[in-house]
């Protein structure tokens, strides 16, 4: 199959999308809700408000519960949206099937799309998140119907670092910097890569975006963008994960990956950010900052998640010479949603005849 071109979105336009052919998706785990000032307690009480919030405005919202949750964050959940009559109704959850972080975003579309057949774009999130202030889910839909298949959400990662606050977001120092970095690092690669005619610094680190959920025509070739959250990732070539914490089909598959696929798909330009005011609890802040279990979860994210976009990068580039893409990627769509991957190092493989620097310590 010849590649397929670049798309400008004036050739290409989208119809616009409303709030009412939007699902919201995401999962939640809170083993320790009933823990006072617990990790789980704090957010699954954020995580309740929030679908009340959303379902007292008539959205939608697919939620898929990790196995382990504390029965009584269901108990909660359910009386509050009891309380709300019909539009409680617009809630919907399943208990998670197989495991990782990665699944349960796949879960959560399948689950959707069951519900919700006619649904046309996804508000990925994390629950806890409150985005009904400040219109936060209007700006992802008037991002998203200027022809856009793909938005963030831009906490301000670019704003200065003052003190223990990133911009008013909030965020923990040792999630800032790493997540700066990051976003920093893999715009690098895509762009040293050929995928993109700039680096976007986009704030791509937030799990928080809005994806088209329809045929989109590219060429002759017509994809779903929702159907890149389902696919899965192999390697093929006895590469071991063993000292990554964070594999590659199972922390960022769902999330991440989809964003250097889309730009060699030829749709840089239809991929952008939407300025939400996101504010990180403080309670969640107080517990995070400082801890040395977050600080280190943070470092293996800073170190992983990059490697992690490497290697996809690096595919990408090796399927374009054997003449494979995209014909590899949409093979997999069609079949299972796994992707056969190899593993490529940064001290040893160069996107550009010049080896990419290793990750900085904090």
């Known amino acids: 199959m010849s590649e397929i071109p670049n798309v400008s979105p004036e050739s290409k336009e989208m119809e616009p999308i409303t709030l009412e052919q939007t699902c919201v998706i995401g999962s939640v785990f809170y083993k320790d809700y009933q823990v006072e000032n617990s990790e789980g307690s704090v957010r699954g009480h954020e995580a309740i408000d929030s679908l009340m919030k959303i379902a007292e405005k008539g959205y939608k919202a697919a939620v898929i519960i990790g196995e382990g949750t504390d029965q009584k964050f269901l108990d909660d959940l359910k009386k509050r949206l009891s309380g709300l009559g019909d539009k409680g109704e617009n809630i919907v959850w399943h208990i998670q099937e197989k495991p990782g972080y990665s699944e349960a975003r796949r879960e959560s579309v399948i689950l959707a799309w069951s519900k919700y057949p006619e649904t046309k774009a996804f508000i990925m999130q994390e629950i806890e998140k409150d985005l009904t202030k400040d219109q936060g889910y209007e700006k992802f839909l008037d991002a998203l119907s200027d022809n856009k298949i793909l938005v963030m959400m831009n906490r301000g990662i670019d704003a200065p670092y003052n003190g223990n606050y990133f ?8 999630q800032f910097w790493g997540e700066r970095h990051q976003n920093i690092e893999m715009a690098g690669q895509e762009n040293a890569a050929g995928l993109t005619k700039k680096e976007h610094d ?27 959250i389902l696919l899965k990732y192999q390697y093929v070539d006895g590469y071991n994960e063993g000292d990554r914490k964070n594999k590659i089909d199972a922390y960022s598959a769902a999330v991440y990956n989809m964003v250097p696929i889309l730009e060699a798909l030829g749709f840089e330009d239809q991929m952008a950010e939407a300025p939400i005011k996101y504010a990180h609890s403080e309670k969640q802040r107080e517990q995070e900052e400082g801890n040395p279990v977050f600080r280190a979860k943070r470092l293996g994210h800073k170190v992983d998640l990059p490697a992690i976009n490497f290697d996809i990068v690096a595919n990408i580039v090796e399927w374009k010479k054997e003449g494979k893409w995209p014909s590899i990627l949409l093979e997999a769509i069609k079949g299972d949603h796994t992707l056969n991957i190899k593993h490529f190092n940064e001290d040893d493989y160069s996107l550009t005849g010049t080896i990419l620097r290793k990750n900085p310590a904090f």
């Open 167 to 174: 911009s008013d977001a909030n965020i923990p120092k040792e």
């Open 202 to 228: 986009w704030d791509r680190l937030s799990d928080t975006r809005a994806i088209r959920n329809e045929e989109i025509e590219i060429g002759n070739t017509k994809i779903n963008p929702a159907d890149l």
